[in-house]
Structure formats: structure tokens, C-alpha cells
């Protein structure tokens, strides 16, 4: 069974910080690209940022330069440290997982990030 789990979500002020952590299990982690993506309410699922195996990250416009994605691969986790957070920022945060030869496709359950003025 195939699971990604978020963690690491929570409430916090303007201009702070937040690290997020997914980590995948019934999958060979390395095989996949990776992604985040957030959901504010009434909004679209966008994509923040993405690693494609071996490759180098990308990142939205509203997040570059303030958001790092990062994958550990022994550890099957991808990571997303998140700086100078600001209220557009709040949103659920989920993780994903693809490979595209196989059109396996893997999402998250979520993790909040509420920031406050």
C-alpha cells in the first residue's frame, strides 16, 4: 500500500517559518518526481515546488526565492522549508509523487498552514 504523509504544518506569524516533511512508503521513492502543492479555500490546487529525478528544483513565481524544496531519497522524504511566510501562503500543503513511465500518481492528505498577521 502506498502512503505519503505530511507533516509538520501549523500556525504561524507573518515573517516566520515552517519546514514541512512528506514521507512515501510502498514506493521506490527515488523512482518518482516529487512535487508540493497548496489549496486555499475557494481556490485552485496549485503547484509551489518540484523536483524531477536528478533534476533541479523548481518553484512558483509567489514562493521563489522564500520556499526550498529538498528530497532525501534514503529516507523517501521531501522536504519544503518555508521562510518569510505571509498570509497568501495559508493553505493546505499536499505532497505528491509521479513517475511517469508507469502513470503512477500519489497524493498526500494534507497538512495545514495557517499564517497570521
Known amino acids: 500500500q502506498v502512503q505519503l504523509v505530511e507533516s509538520g504544518g501549523g500556525l504561524v506569524q507573518a515573517g516566520g517559518s515552517l519546514k514541512l516533511s512528506c514521507g512515501a512508503s510502498?514506493?521506490?521513492?527515488?523512482?518518482?518526481?516529487v512535487a508540493w502543492y497548496r489549496q486555499a479555500p475557494g481556490k485552485q490546487r496549485d503547484l509551489v515546488a518540484g523536483?524531477?529525478?536528478?533534476?533541479?528544483?523548481i518553484y512558483a513565481d509567489s514562493v521563489e526565492g522564500r520556499f526550498t524544496i529538498s528530497r532525501n531519497n534514503a529516507a523517501q522524504t521531501v522536504y519544503l522549508q518555508m521562510n518569510n511566510l505571509q498570509r497568501e501562503d495559508t493553505a493546505v500543503y499536499y505532497c505528491?509523487?509521479?513517475?511517469?513511465?508507469?502513470?503512477?500518481?500519489?497524493w498526500g492528505q494534507g497538512t495545514q498552514v495557517t499564517v497570521s498577521s
Open positions: 510502498g514506493i521506490l521513492f527515488s523512482a518518482y518526481n
Open positions: 505528491q509523487a509521479d513517475r511517469p513511465e508507469t502513470r503512477a500518481h500519489y
Open positions: 523536483i524531477i529525478r536528478g533534476g533541479s528544483p
